[in-house]
């Protein structure tokens, strides 16, 4: 596995460890967790970068204020990175108006890559299965 790849991995699970608190004395953190999966998500790790933006979505009561652009900006790249997910929430948020101008296109088009990417995952796990 290239160094690169190692390290991307290792700040995404050091981020989950933060984000439900195993990592830290005194229960989740943050803004540690954020760090650690700003960085994953800049090295294209996809789950990373969806992470971000739902937290961003769901702010938090330690400080962290929802800021619907910057949840769209990750949910955009995750989806550019293959994750479905990101592409479902960067297209509901184009259709309501969220974090940006409402745009029925761009809506559509995340929609139908986040099918195209659902149906590409489920052929993959049939061939894994056969």
């Not at 290239?2 to 004395?25: F, I, Q, T, Y």
């Not at 960085?39 to 937290?55: E, Q, R, T, V, Y």
Request: with cysteine.
């Amino acid at each position: 596995m290239p160094e690169e790849r190692k390290s991307r991995d290792a700040c995404h699970n050091v981020g989950l460890l933060a984000h439900d608190g195993r990592a830290m004395e005194g229960g989740p953190d943050l803004t540690a967790a954020r760090q650690y999966y700003e960085k994953a998500c800049a090295g294209g790790f996809a789950p990373s970068c969806f992470n971000l933006s739902a937290m961003f979505i769901e702010g938090n009561s330690k400080g962290l204020e929802p800021d619907m652009t910057q949840a769209l900006k990750f949910a955009q790249t995750a989806c550019e990175l293959g994750h479905v997910w990101g592409c479902a929430n960067a297209s509901r948020m184009y259709r309501l108006g969220e974090g940006t101008e409402k745009d029925e296109k761009k809506a559509e088009d995340l929609k139908n890559r986040a099918k195209e990417l659902h149906t590409s995952e489920k052929e993959r796990q049939l061939k894994f299965a056969e």
